[in-house]
Nanobody, 122 residues
Framework: VQLQASGGGLVQAGGSLRLSCAASRRTSSNNGMGWFRQGLGKEREFVAGVNWRGGITNYADSVKGRFTISRDAKNTVFLQMDSLKPEDTAVYYC?????????????????WGRGTLVTVSS
């Protein structure tokens, strides 16, 4: 199982970043996919998810209206992050859910990608 995430970096508050994560087709074509994040000293938390067909998305309240998740036919999931805030600073993890609906709890995740660091300066 391989999940290749990219796109993290340093950005000023108010700026934008776009994360992407490519998953092997065998493991993710019928599964929900999403993003979680973990700030320093904090629990890993759900950010956004998309179902296996890409038509249903869900978001954490803290990112609604600022982040947009999408996926393409090649099982790459994207997270467009706009109006970034310092509190968005965290390691972001791509995830494949156990079922066709994106999981919003770590318990529902089958596979994790390596994290990518997002740092938002004030």
């Amino acid at each position: 199982v391989q999940l290749q995430a990219s796109g993290g970096g340093l950005v000023q508050a108010g700026g934008s970043l776009r994360l992407s994560c490519a998953a092997s087709r065998r493991t993710s074509s019928n599964n929900g996919m999403g993003w979680f994040r973990q700030g320093l000293g904090k629990e890993r938390e759900f950010v956004a998810g998309v179902n296996w067909r890409g038509g249903i998305t869900n978001y954490a309240d803290s990112v609604k209206g600022r982040f947009t998740i999408s996926r393409d036919a090649k099982n790459t999931v994207f997270l467009q992050m706009d109006s970034l805030k310092p509190e968005d600073t965290a390691v972001y993890y791509c995830a494949v859910s156990r079922g066709s609906v994106s999981a919003s709890s770590p318990d529902g995740i089958a596979y994790w990608g390596r994290g990518t660091l997002v740092t938002v300066s004030s």
